[in-house]
């Protein structure tokens, strides 16, 4: 997998190298670097997410949340959270629940 993600960030950055040399429009040239940016993130894995939340998120949220974060995200409902979200994107945690700041709380009151 690792050897395919770094062909694919070649290849995106040499199609790059190719549009600034051939004289491409500058506004296409653009959109197709993000294009084959984005088909890299995506080889690798980069910008998918499993969202968790403690409620069933409308579209509206569901639109915010992948437009600020740029990732394909799985949704899943788990009502242990009590408030908030728990974003995983790869090895990486956004952890906002009420569950992990219940468990916080207790941690540091009981010591």
């Known amino acids: 997998m690792l050897q395919q993600t770094n062909d694919a ?6 199609i790059s190298k190719y549009l600034d040399t051939a004289g491409v429009e500058k506004r ?20 998918t997410a499993i969202i968790e939340s403690a409620v069933a998120l409308t579209q ?18 788990n009502p242990e ?6 974003i995983h994107v790869g ?10 700041a219940v468990t916080d709380l207790v941690r540091i009151l009981s010591a």
Do not use: C, P, W
């Open 91 to 100: 090895e990486f945690l956004i952890d906002t629940s009420g569950q992990t």
């Open 9 to 14: 960030r070649l290849f995106a950055k040499e």
């Open 81 to 86: 959270l009590l408030t908030g979200l728990k």
């Open 60 to 77: 509206s949220e569901k639109r915010i949340i992948e437009k600020h974060f740029a990732v394909i995200a799985e949704y899943r409902l």
């Open 28 to 47: 296409m040239a653009t959109k197709v670097n993000a294009l084959f940016s984005k088909l890299a993130r995506r080889a690798s894995g980069e910008n």
